[in-house]
């Protein structure tokens, strides 16, 4: 019981160690040889500890005397976000000022020590619990912890793509934004490949190379799924076939795989339907339960973070950043866009939405806009209310306290319905025009799209995207790959719409520096392989 106690504790080799995980937790008790041995006696006492490791950190990573803004992934959700055009800041910054800025991407500067610390943390836990697993065994649990590792792993390196190299494609051809295939960065440097077979430091790996790894790690982690019958299990919690196929629909549509791309949304939209009704949609995004969640995390009074947490920084009926000073709104042109029966209008607090008439004190009308459900005036126009921790029907009721335990969605059905329209669009299907308008009706119920060209259409694809994952970090992925500029200027929005801060009113192309993350100060100084000519 010793050796298992020992391997509960950690399962981080130290032989294995490279100067990108060198915050990993190392408890070298074992040798190699012991931890093969023991992992084919019981896999479940030997990986369970790691596994668990991996979806803790993914809630709620942060290294060390970090900001309340950092807590794993929900946290690059809502700072990259802040790093687009659709969320604003009202002049209350807290600790986000410099990602809204786009002025955070220095070597020496938190969020790129961060966010590399994070994601190698799990490429290093993932490499051990392949190192230790014999390739060759077809035990089902074996190839469940082979599964999960390949598909945290896989996930990590699609991760690190979106932020330390301009994106495979920057643009796509027949788009508003265009350039394609012109503008391809697949052999720029990316960051260094480290799997269960590599020693010591490695250079960097082209981004091509990466995304080699990325479909090799997700593809295979989709066949032993599938071989395990656990395609989609009856928890959201668990890493399984379908969040690796919403992976690899992701980075398909990165590298324009619009084939391969409908084919794994589809194993989405075949076992997880979208939200339908108002209840669903406007819950506040806080309950795995709800029927569209591919992927999350059930948060609890012991895992809870209060402030440093997704709700704190997101929630307007919290006690925490959002409820207190920091408010989240949304760009007024993004908003004044939706239509007036477009359910989703109500996650924004506008005349629209939620404003009403009252008078001053002279007896002259005047226009008060609300948060939704209360009779609290709104903080500021374009206020957000689509995230409640604590869930709507509780704000109906009165009850405000319990935001901290809102849960933790990562991944929404809504997503692969939306890869696969947008794809079929750049096949030019006649598909894409039926199935955008099959699922609008779910949001605005006489939505009738006219298709003009195809470049409008794909735009309009877009736009209901980043209506419908407002704050969830999908804009700033699809900024990415799709080439669409942050553009905050009067000169674009006209000065009496334009309702961003006065610093953050201005323009910049995805090939330009602020979308560039530097290598970490702490990797250049310690990975051989890597000179400071080597740097972003």
Known sequence: MKIIKYMMQVLVVGSLLTSCVEDADVTAYLTEDQLSNVAQDDPDKTFSAAVAGMYSDMQKYYDTDMQHNYFGQ????????????????????????????????????????????????VIANANNILKLIDPSSEDPANLKYRAIALGFRGYAYLQLTYLYQHSYYTGADGTKWGRGEKYDFSQSPCVPLITEETEGDQPRATVAQIYEQIMSDLTT??????????????????????????????????IHEWDKAIEYAQVVIDNIPMLTNENQILQGFSNISLPDVVFGCDITADNSTIYASYFSQMDAYSEGYAGIGVWRAAFKPFVDRIADNDIRLQWFCCDRSTGVDTEDKDGKPIRVTLLRDTETPASVEYQAVKFIGTGRENIQAGTFSGWELGDYIYMRSEEAYLIKIEALAHKNSPDAVTKLENFMKTRQPDYDYTFTNKADLIEEIIYQKRVEFWGEGLEYIDNRRLNIPVDRTDETWGAENNNHFSAAKFRYNQEERPFLYQLPISEIENNSQISPSDQN
């Open 74 to 121: 929900k946290s690059f959700d809502y700072l990259t976000s802040l790093m687009g055009n659709d969320m604003i800041m009202t002049g209350r910054f807290g600790m986000s000022l410099y990602h809204y800025l786009l002025d955070y991407w220095q070597q020496n500067y938190t969020p790129t020590n961060n966010r590399w610390k994070e994601y190698y943390r």
């Open 221 to 254: 982690a989709f066949g032993f799924f599938k071989q395990l019958d656990m395609i989609h299990t009856s928890s959201p919690t668990d890493m399984d076939g379908c969040v690796v196929a919403m992976h690899l629909a992701r980075a398909n549509m990165v």
